[in-house]
T-cell receptor, first 113, second 113 residues
């Protein structure tokens, strides 16, 4: 059983389009995250949800909108995609917001052309 | 704010020992963790130090000195499969209600035969 699964694994789309990435965890964790990893492998926190409540919203363009229908799911919707949005997006979860042991999904490689 | 510094690249041969250093600066310190990421893969949790000293887990050990704001990951009996990127991370409180792991820029370890 995959602990943190995200779909799709690859996403190629044109500028201006809207796309979504889905994430689900079956670990029973309370906290979920979205990270963006750029071409230089820098991992940057975007959002964090704890029991469906948004607790971290870093400096991210408002074209990015997370949604957590329940504590096992955290989706990411991106409007009006730009070239600079090309990156690998990782979903992760942890037992709670103070835990250090994150479990990451396999990532979604987004390419905007 | 927070910042973490680690070397960008380290090279070593099979069977050798390598140490990857990390210095950090945070507004509130809750511990230092290490993650491994193979090319094309997801970051995976390796270790966590909340208190000063050395924590050993098999061939990998992690050290922390809170007074020096410094830690390191020690990899012994290197194997080819240890070729990966290694990230140190601290949990920090941004301007938000919660905390999340803030990652260093990663150290690429190349192990040759």
């Amino acid at each position: 059983d995959t602990a943190v699964s995200q779909t799709p694994k690859y996403l190629v789309t044109q500028m201006g389009n809207d796309k979504s990435i889905k994430c689900e965890q079956n670990l029973g964790h309370d906290t979920m995250y979205w990270y963006k990893q750029d071409s230089k492998k820098f991992l940057k926190i975007m959002f964090s949800y704890n029991n469906k409540e948004l607790i971290i919203n870093e400096t991210v363009p408002n074209r990015f909108s997370p949604k957590s229908p329940d504590k096992a799911h955290l989706n990411l919707h991106i409007n009006s995609l730009e070239l600079g949005d090309s990156a690998v997006y990782f979903c992760a979860s942890s037992q709670d917001s103070s835990n250090y042991g994150y479990t990451f999904g396999s990532g979604t490689r987004l390419t905007v052309v | 704010g927070q910042s973490l510094e680690q070397p960008s690249e380290v090279t070593a041969v099979e069977g050798a020992i390598v140490q990857i250093n990390c210095t950090y600066q945070t507004s509130g310190f809750y511990g230092l963790s290490w993650y491994q990421q193979h090319d094309g893969g997801a970051p995976t949790f390796l270790s966590y130090n909340a208190l000063d000293g050395l924590e050993e887990t098999g061939r990998f050990s992690s050290f922390l000195s809170r007074s020096d704001s410094y830690g390191y990951l020690l990899l012994q009996e290197l194997q080819m499969k240890d070729s990966a990127s290694y990230f140190c991370a601290v949990r920090d409180r941004s301007n938000q209600a919660g905390t999340a792991l803030i990652f260093g820029k990663g150290t690429t370890l190349s192990v040759s035969s």
